[in-house]
Every structure is written in C-alpha cells, then in structure tokens.
C-alpha cells in the first residue's frame, strides 16, 4: 500500500544535470519530511537533503550545498531532487525516504533507489 518509487537516476557527464523524483502513495504525505539519501559502493548510506512537510525549510549536506535543490509538490505527491554540476563523486543510488506520524509515535518509509552515475 505505501509506495515511494524513485526516478530520474542514470548516466551523466561530470558537470552536467539530473533531476530525481520520488512518486508518493499510501499515506498522507503532505504530514511527512521527506529526505534523500545516498549510498555509494563501498561506503556508508549518507543525508543528501531534506524537506520539511510543508516545504518551507530545507537542509543539505555539505558536499551537495549550491549545487542540488530539493524541492516538493503537496499537491502531486511528489518530492525531487535538482542535481546540478555534478561530480564523480556524487555516483551512488539515490534513496527516497518519508518520515511521519504514526499515532503516537513516528515512522518512515525507504523507496527501492535509482542509481546515479557521474562518469566521462
């Protein structure tokens, strides 16, 4: 019933643009932050961004600062992320994740991931 599907993730140039989206369904997502993560091989899953429900706080890690965007539409169930000059580096799969209430406590949600590589 809950669903958080990755798109967007493929091959590009070092320098160039990609722009992830994460299709919401199964709960109410305008009630959930909504972060994307990271894992590259070999190393730990990482916080790129994330969003707060309504859309008006953002954060970013410190390697993606100036150069990603995260952003969201409420109205569409939907959250992406602008990736811009994008680096070598930043190759990993992309993770969507929601994070809520549950009654009286909160819980969150992981989509299967899209990969991203950054490769000449």
């Known amino acids: 019933q809950v669903q958080l599907v990755e798109s967007g993730g493929g091959l590009v140039q070092p320098g160039g643009s990609l722009r992830l989206s994460c299709a919401a369904s199964?709960?109410?997502?305008?009630?959930?932050?909504m972060s994307w993560y990271r894992q590259a091989s070999g190393k730990e899953r990482e916080l790129v961004a994330t969003?707060?429900?309504?859309?008006?706080?953002?954060n970013y890690a410190d390697s993606v600062k100036g150069r990603f965007t995260i952003s969201r539409d409420n109205a569409k169930n939907t959250m992406y992320l602008q990736m811009d000059s994008l680096k070598p580096e930043d190759t990993a799969v992309y993770y969507c994740?929601?994070?809520?209430?549950?009654?009286?406590?909160?819980?969150?949600?992981w989509g299967q991931g899209t990969q991203v590589i950054v490769s000449s």
């Open positions: 969003i707060t429900s309504a859309g008006g706080r953002t």
């Open positions: 994740n929601a994070m809520g209430p549950d009654g009286l406590r909160y819980r969150d949600y």
């Open positions: 199964g709960f109410t997502f305008s009630s959930y932050a």
